[in-house]
């Protein structure tokens, strides 16, 4: 097999990059930047230099490779990116009470 083929369908790797103002509470999360293989290792590159949290959902991912960039995710998605959006929360350094 020549290694200069493209990679079929199936071995793709692809990553959505999506932001949302929480302070905002209006609209849903954007799809920023998405792309497959090198343009989907540089995403995922820049959000870790970034301490970007990075979570794996190739189907999801699948689903937002639909949507345009800069265009909020489709209502039909918000469940699957609510989650993704709660284990981020759930990352965050909480304050302590007092």
Partial sequence: MDDSSPPSPARR????AMSYDAHQRLGAPKVVAK?????????LALAKEAGVPVTESAELAQALM????????PAEL???????????WRLQP???RG
Wanted: hydrophobic letters at 55%; a neutral charge.
């Fill in 13 to 16: 790797r692809a990553a959505v």
């Fill in 35 to 43: 792309g497959y293989n090198a343009t989907a290792q540089r995403i």
């Fill in 66 to 73: 639909h949507v345009e960039l800069d265009r909020e995710i």
């Fill in 78 to 88: 918000y469940a699957a990116v609510a989650e993704i959006l709660v284990w981020i």
């Fill in 94 to 96: 909480k304050a302590p």
